[in-house]
């Protein structure tokens, strides 16, 4: 969370400036289409789970050497993942890796360094840890007592060898107040001050401050400014954290930040002027985003318009579209277009999801779900909201299958006969309602961005509408069972189907990890579930019974408890640290971090068929 030319591999603003000038791009938008909006949540969503992949075994980043955990990238990482909920599994063991490790990345200049110990205040509280017991340590004590008290810097936390390197100054500060504040504390007046004090007349912030690094004397128009929007964005949400933002600040902020924006409607580190004319990058671009909501106005407005530039589209320009790292965002001048960048995709995903420092705390699991019915009844439970049913539909036959859009707010019924009932954002594309079928529809399975679904029937024929690609089906195959369900890959790249008796099918990136089949089995399977990170999944049988392969874990069951009715249904929570089971009663079974809001069981219902995550 540090700025470009600290985590860049080392690049200057002005080595990085002539790297982006080489790698201009087109960032228009299509002529008619509508500008997007905060948040978007599929984006960030599908950008968190990139992160998640590049975790290793023990929840780190590597650094340029393999093997070697850069213990930067890994807090930054920890903090994407608890910001989105997405892959809490890995984002924990990385907080327990730096918990291990927290002395070797606090001392900077033998010091302990208060942009490090924000970073992992900021870990701690993206995942519900507490900073104040830190593998030991009480990391809010430790920070404070980094306060200058005396001098001409009294209030900067860090020593002045750490602002000469960089370890302390204005970036430093801001992240160090957002920490405080996320733990609770609010600062005293004088490292407000001290900050507040920085501020250049430009309106922008240098870094490490205004003695090393001085204000222009110039207007920013006319001259390489030294002001920059990564120090700027940290130094504002930093004083909006503490509800310290003046006015004056603030208009003097939005000066900068217009001034200093390209005309491809992003932002570069260093601000764009006629003598030093710059091409956006990701990371600058999410930042000044996130200042811009702190300072309580949309990047979407009308002021921030560059033509039909806008600073949404410059940065969904970065996104990786294809290829093996898709979902994650590039940075120019690294790589190429379809290489993810660790830095880069850190800071996109928070400033994607409309977040600004401190990031609220992410659920460790979620007790917000919905049960739905044969007859088109849907039962919100938690802060699930209900978008609507086919409860008053004259269905021609009954619901079999359902699945949420990405951001909870809508979802999807299929009948038996391939019809499609889409409510709330959930957008229709398409049905098999008027499709002569072999089998009827079991189930249905939508992508992760929401843009399209899979429907599957018995015979394991596949159908796919919207941008659900197809893998392959077991249309002309002879099954031993009936498939029963149908559950896809977290970058929509394949799907698993499974049979009554437990038979798992593969389809594209859908790594095979075992079955049932073959296995005599106390009850029918009737339902798969993967794991959000995709390297496992769950069966269910009607009794209740769990069966686990891959990393998948298991957090119980209810095969050895006498059901009043069968299980119907299984789903996830979004870290894939526990599951909720549905009884065709609607009766809601809970297991490892899934969370209980009710059942529909008291409405007296004996057609439920399915259980599904809400993301709110």
């Given at each position: 969370?540090?700025?470009?030319?600290?985590?860049?591999?080392?690049?200057?603003?002005?080595?990085?400036?002539?790297?982006?000038?080489?790698?201009?791009?087109?960032?228009?938008?299509?002529?008619?289409?509508?500008?997007?909006?905060?948040?978007?949540?599929?984006?960030?969503?599908?950008?968190?789970?990139?992160?998640?992949?590049?975790?290793?075994?023990?929840?780190?980043?590597?650094?340029?050497?393999?093997?070697?955990?850069?213990?930067?990238?890994?807090?930054?990482?920890?903090?994407?993942?608890?910001?989105?909920?997405?892959?809490?599994?890995?984002?924990?063991?990385?907080?327990?890796?730096?918990?291990?490790?927290?002395?070797?990345?606090?001392?900077?200049?033998?010091?302990?360094?208060?942009?490090?110990?924000?970073?992992?205040?900021?870990?701690?509280?993206?995942?519900?840890?507490?900073?104040?017991?830190?593998?030991?340590?009480?990391?809010?004590?430790?920070?404070?007592?980094?306060?200058?008290?005396?001098?001409?810097?009294?209030?900067?936390?860090?020593?002045?060898?750490?602002?000469?390197?960089?370890?302390?100054?204005?970036?430093?500060?801001?992240?160090?107040?957002?920490?405080?504040?996320?733990?609770?504390?609010?600062?005293?007046?004088?490292?407000?001050?001290?900050?507040?004090?920085?501020?250049?007349?430009?309106?922008?912030?240098?870094?490490?401050?205004?003695?090393?690094?001085?204000?222009?004397?110039?207007?920013?128009?006319?001259?390489?400014?030294?002001?920059?929007?990564?120090?700027?964005?940290?130094?504002?949400?930093?004083?909006?954290?503490?509800?310290?933002?003046?006015?004056?600040?603030?208009?003097?902020?939005?000066?900068?930040?217009?001034?200093?924006?390209?005309?491809?409607?992003?932002?570069?580190?260093?601000?764009?002027?006629?003598?030093?004319?710059?091409?956006?990058?990701?990371?600058?671009?999410?930042?000044?985003?996130?200042?811009?909501?702190?300072?309580?106005?949309?990047?979407?407005?009308?002021?921030?318009?560059?033509?039909?530039?806008?600073?949404?589209?410059?940065?969904?320009?970065?996104?990786?579209?294809?290829?093996?790292?898709?979902?994650?965002?590039?940075?120019?001048?690294?790589?190429?277009?379809?290489?993810?960048?660790?830095?880069?995709?850190?800071?996109?995903?928070?400033?994607?999801?409309?977040?600004?420092?401190?990031?609220?705390?992410?659920?460790?699991?979620?007790?917000?779900?919905?049960?739905?019915?044969?007859?088109?009844?849907?039962?919100?439970?938690?802060?699930?909201?209900?978008?609507?049913?086919?409860?008053?539909?004259?269905?021609?036959?009954?619901?079999?299958?359902?699945?949420?859009?990405?951001?909870?707010?809508?979802?999807?019924?299929?009948?038996?006969?391939?019809?499609?009932?889409?409510?709330?954002?959930?957008?229709?594309?398409?049905?098999?309602?008027?499709?002569?079928?072999?089998?009827?529809?079991?189930?249905?399975?939508?992508?992760?961005?929401?843009?399209?679904?899979?429907?599957?029937?018995?015979?394991?024929?596949?159908?796919?509408?919207?941008?659900?690609?197809?893998?392959?089906?077991?249309?002309?195959?002879?099954?031993?069972?009936?498939?029963?369900?149908?559950?896809?890959?977290?970058?929509?790249?394949?799907?698993?189907?499974?049979?009554?008796?437990?038979?798992?099918?593969?389809?594209?990136?859908?790594?095979?990890?075992?079955?049932?089949?073959?296995?005599?089995?106390?009850?029918?399977?009737?339902?798969?579930?993967?794991?959000?990170?995709?390297?496992?999944?769950?069966?269910?049988?009607?009794?209740?019974?769990?069966?686990?392969?891959?990393?998948?874990?298991?957090?119980?069951?209810?095969?050895?408890i006498k059901l009043n009715r069968p299980v119907v249904g299984i789903s996830s929570t979004p870290d894939g640290d526990g599951y909720w089971l549905v009884a065709s009663d609607g009766g809601i079974f809970?297991?490892?971090?899934?969370?209980?809001?009710?059942?529909?069981?008291?409405?007296?219902?004996?057609?439920?068929?399915?259980?599904?995550?809400?993301?709110?």
């Amino acid at each position: 969370m540090h700025i470009l030319r600290r985590t860049l591999m080392g690049v200057s603003a002005i080595g990085l400036a002539t790297v982006l000038a080489a790698a201009m791009i087109s960032l228009t938008a299509p002529a008619g289409a509508a500008a997007p909006t905060l948040p978007q949540t599929a984006v960030a969503l599908g950008a968190a789970r990139w992160l998640g992949t590049q975790l290793t075994p023990q929840g780190t980043i590597d650094d340029v050497t393999p093997g070697t955990a850069d213990l930067s990238a890994t807090a930054q990482t920890v903090i994407a993942l608890g910001a989105t909920g997405v892959d809490l599994r890995g984002a924990r063991a990385g907080l327990s890796y730096l918990k291990a490790n927290s002395t070797t990345y606090i001392t900077q200049q033998g010091s302990d360094g208060p942009g490090q110990l924000a970073n992992l205040i900021l870990a701690a509280h993206a995942l519900g840890a507490s900073p104040y017991n830190f593998g030991g340590t009480n990391l809010v004590q430790r920070l404070l007592a980094t306060e200058q008290t005396s001098g001409p810097n009294a209030g900067r936390f860090g020593t002045d060898a750490q602002n000469a390197d960089f370890n302390a100054g204005t970036l430093d500060q801001g992240l160090a107040l957002a920490a405080l504040a996320a733990a609770g504390v609010h600062s005293d007046a004088a490292s407000i001050s001290w900050l507040t004090n920085q501020q250049c007349p430009n309106g922008g912030w240098t870094d490490p401050d205004t003695v090393s690094t001085p204000c222009d004397l110039v207007p920013i128009g006319s001259a390489f400014p030294n002001e920059d929007t990564n120090t700027t964005s940290y130094a504002i949400q930093g004083l909006a954290a503490q509800s310290a933002l003046t006015a004056t600040v603030s208009t003097k902020t939005l000066s900068f930040v217009t001034a200093a924006q390209d005309t491809d409607g992003g932002w570069n580190f260093s601000p764009n002027t006629a003598a030093n004319p710059e091409t956006s990058d990701p990371n600058s671009t999410s930042v000044v985003i996130q200042a811009i909501s702190a300072l309580g106005l949309s990047p979407s407005s009308p002021t921030f318009d560059q033509g039909a530039n806008t600073p949404l589209t410059a940065l969904l320009a970065f996104q990786v579209t294809s290829g093996a790292e898709l979902g994650a965002f590039y940075f120019p001048g690294i790589g190429s277009t379809t290489t993810g960048n660790v830095v880069a995709t850190n800071q996109v995903v928070p400033a994607l999801a409309g977040l600004t420092l401190p990031y609220p705390p992410s659920s460790t699991g979620s007790s917000s779900y919905w049960v739905f019915t044969a007859d088109g009844a849907v039962y919100p439970f938690g802060n699930a909201a209900s978008h609507g049913s086919a409860a008053t539909l004259a269905l021609h036959e009954p619901i079999v299958g359902s699945g949420a859009t990405p951001d909870g707010g809508g979802y999807w019924l299929v009948a038996s006969d391939g019809g499609v009932f889409s409510f709330g954002d959930a957008a229709f594309h398409g049905s098999l309602g008027n499709t002569v079928l072999n089998k009827p529809i079991v189930g249905m399975a939508p992508t992760p961005d929401g843009g399209g679904y899979w429907l599957v029937a018995a015979d394991g024929g596949v159908f796919s509408f919207g941008d659900a690609a197809f893998y392959g089906s077991l249309g002309n195959t002879v099954l031993n069972k009936p498939i029963v369900g149908i559950s896809s890959t977290p970058d929509g790249g394949g799907y698993w189907l499974v049979a009554a008796d437990g038979g798992v099918f593969s389809f594209g990136d859908a790594a095979f990890y075992g079955s049932l089949g073959g296995k005599v089995l106390n009850s029918p399977v009737v339902g798969i579930a993967s794991d959000p990170n995709g390297a496992g999944y769950w069966l269910v049988a009607s009794d209740g019974g769990i069966f686990t392969f891959g990393d998948a874990g298991f957090f119980g069951s209810t095969g050895g408890i006498k059901l009043n009715r069968p299980v119907v249904g299984i789903s996830s929570t979004p870290d894939g640290d526990g599951y909720w089971l549905v009884a065709s009663d609607g009766g809601i079974f809970t297991f490892g971090d899934a969370g209980f809001s009710g059942s529909a069981a008291s409405n007296g219902i004996s057609n439920g068929v399915a259980v599904v995550t809400s993301s709110t």
